[in-house]
Nanobody, 119 residues
């Protein structure tokens, strides 16, 4: 069994920073692309950022220049450094990853960590 567990969410004032983490555990053979999604109140889930296992990056238009995604392949972890946070960044943030167990690739999700940006 594979688990993705997010941490680091919370309440922060506008302009503040938070660092989210995602840890993958279980019988993992390898991890491909890792992603952060978010779903704000009354909104659809959207892709925030992604990172491939060789370091290629993608950022959504709304977070470019403010968020930084990173990963540690040796520890099976991924981080999202979020700076200059805005109220519109308020959402539940989900970790997602393509994970191989022996010869089978599968898409896994964490349960999410809430981020609230408010004064």
């Amino acid at each position: 069994q594979v688990q993705l567990v997010e941490s680091g969410g919370g309440l922060v004032q506008p302009g503040g920073s938070l660092r989210l983490s995602c840890a993958a555990s279980g019988s993992i053979s390898s991890i491909g692309t890792m992603r952060w999604y978010r779903q704000g109140p009354g909104k659809q889930r959207e892709l925030v950022a992604s990172i491939t296992n060789d370091g290629m990056l993608y950022y959504g238009d709304g977070v470019k220049g403010r968020f930084t995604i990173s990963r540690d392949n040796g520890k099976n972890t991924m981080n999202l450094q979020m700076n200059s946070l805005k109220p519109e960044d308020t959402a539940v943030y989900y970790c997602n990853a393509d994970i191989r167990i022996i010869i089978t690739w599968k898409d896994y999700w964490g349960k999410g960590t809430p981020v609230t940006v408010s004064s």
